[in-house]
């Protein structure tokens, strides 16, 4: 492979649609060899075959098999994520760790199995895909927000603590992208919120937005290739906002 990327080994979780396929074909273009991890096996095995990079079939709920595991990744992308939307009085307490473990304790031990690789080496990228929830609240996702305020911290401490060693952490902040997780969600919205699904994406989940349309996975993934690149080598413990002016 050729490109600015060239040589480097990354590795995406939830890579096996959406967000994280984009993420994965960006990478793999500018030269990244790209492991894509995702408990979709048969879907991992397409886009690694895609980009010429190589599927991990993995349950990251599975968290005690991942406290001995060792990375040798140049880039981490944190990607995986699901999504639960519901009143706190009733929430079900099993999806609400459900959310927690997958996208802060999950973050936390992939980037504790890269980071000696990383240190040794004396370089590295770690992109926390956090949301626009990392910073702002949205009623009936207190999981989520709960859990990307937490990967937000452990951003900054990766940050902290890497960078004497050339490793960065960021987190990327996207407003709603057109992902089938964003989709999935009109009809929960729509049931929460006593409204048609047609009515969703304007009075509730753009209705803050400057621009008026969902953010696409591309548009993001070129961010995260930013941030993995050499140009950013100054650029850690930021949080980097793409909402459509949803916060102006």
């Known amino acids: 492979m050729t490109g600015p990327l060239a040589g480097r080994r990354a590795l995406v979780t939830g ?5 994280g396929a984009a993420c994965a074909r960006a990478l793999a273009a500018q030269g990244a060899h ?3 991890a995702d408990r979709d096996g048969a879907g991992a095995a397409a886009v690694a075959a895609e980009v010429g990079g190589e599927a991990w079939e993995v349950d990251l ?3 005690a ?4 595991l060792k990375l040798e990744v140049d880039i981490l992308v944190n ?4 999504q639960t939307i519901s009143p706190i009085e009733d929430f079900d307490p099993a999806a609400f760790r ?3 473990t997958i996208m802060l304790e999950v973050p936390f031990l992939l980037i504790r199995a890269a980071l000696p690789h990383m240190y040794a080496q004396g ?5 926390n895909m956090s949301s626009i929830h990392g910073l702002r609240a949205s009623a009936f996702k207190s999981a989520y927000v ?3 305020h937490g990967l937000e911290g452990l951003s900054k401490v990766t940050a902290r603590e890497g960078g004497v060693h050339g490793v960065t952490s960021n987190c990327v902040n996207p407003g709603y992208v057109r992902t089938p997780l964003v989709e999935g969600q009109i009809a929960d919205q729509a049931a929460t919120h006593g409204i048609p699904e047609e009515q969703v994406l304007a009075e509730v989940m753009l209705a803050k937005n400057a621009i008026k349309r969902l953010i696409e996975p591309e548009e993001i993934a070129g961010l995260v290739v930013w941030l993995a690149s050499e140009p950013a080598a100054m650029v850690t413990g930021a949080s980097y906002l793409m909402d459509g002016g949803w916060t102006s």
């Open 34 to 36: 790209v492991i894509v």
């Open 65 to 68: 098999a991942l406290e001995s």
């Open 98 to 100: 459900r959310i927690t």
């Open 146 to 148: 709960a859990a990307k």
């Open 123 to 127: 370089h590295g990228r770690i992109i």
């Open 15 to 19: 890579g096996a649609g959406g967000l």
């Open 79 to 82: 990607n995986a994520g699901i």
């Open 61 to 63: 709920l599975d968290t």
